[in-house]
């Protein structure tokens, strides 16, 4: 779509004059003045072309940028909601790692001290227990790695099968036909006022 939309005649402008586009051409997909707009009625390559005043397409496009502005925002709150949810979520977990990392540090000093100050036989019975400790905390990491949160976080987005049918199905904005109402010439009176 042009993005001068209507505002200037396409033949005139062709022809380098600068003419007010009355109509637009929905066909053509360009802006007529009222001459052009006489001529492009007659000709056979153009009589079957659906012309729309250019202030209601105007409004139309206007509406449908609205719209369209809508949905972009709608979207981008919904990316920002789901980002920061990720994010805090990988806040906690960075926390919770940080916490195990002090605490593995104190049981390497204790496996230092231990090493330093005990007999053979104490450091014997003292490794145990602390096996057992490194065992937890091993356990601890890998039920970790388990969960959601410290896996990697792709944001995927899935567009709406509406909108890809919009793009290749949507050709036109509308048809535009005659709608013929009642017709309002009251015969009868004009009937008995001939009779009076
Ligand atoms: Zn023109
Ligand atoms: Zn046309």
């Known amino acids: 779509?042009?993005?001068?939309?209507?505002?200037?005649?396409?033949?005139?402008?062709?022809?380098?004059?600068?003419?007010?586009?009355?109509?637009?051409?929905?066909d053509c997909?360009?802006?007529?003045?009222?001459?052009?707009?006489?001529?492009?009625?007659v000709s056979k390559a153009s009589n079957k072309h659906q012309t729309i005043p250019v202030m209601e397409f105007?409004?139309?496009?206007?509406?449908?940028n609205n719209?369209?502005?809508?949905?972009?925002?709608?979207?981008?709150?919904?990316l920002e909601d789901v980002s920061n949810q990720n994010i805090s979520e990988i806040d906690k977990l960075l926390?919770?790692?940080?916490?195990?990392?002090?605490?593995i540090k104190s049981l390497g000093d204790s496996i230092h001290r231990i090493k330093e100050t005990l007999?053979?036989?104490q450091v014997f019975l003292a490794t145990?227990?602390?096996?057992?400790?490194?065992?937890?905390e091993q356990e601890w990491i890998s039920t970790l790695c388990d969960q959601d949160v410290a896996k990697e976080s792709i944001l995927e987005l899935s567009a709406d099968s509406q909108l890809t049918h919009l793009l290749t199905d949507l050709k036109h904005f509308g048809t535009i036909k005659v709608v013929r109402k009642t017709c309002q010439i009251k015969v009868g009176a004009w009937e008995q006022q001939r009779a009076a």
């Open 67 to 78: 719209h369209i502005d809508d949905l972009e925002s709608d979207l981008l709150k919904q």
């Open 119 to 121: 007999s053979n036989v």
């Open 1 to 26: 779509m042009a993005s001068s939309v209507a505002k200037y005649c396409g033949p005139c402008e062709a022809r380098n004059t600068t003419e007010i586009a009355v109509v637009w051409c929905i």
């Open 58 to 64: 105007k409004t139309l496009r206007k509406q449908i």
């Open 29 to 41: 997909d360009d802006g007529l003045c009222p001459s052009c707009l006489e001529h492009h009625e």
């Open 128 to 136: 145990k227990s602390v096996g057992e400790k490194l065992r937890e």
């Open 95 to 103: 926390s919770k790692l940080k916490d195990k990392e002090t605490q």
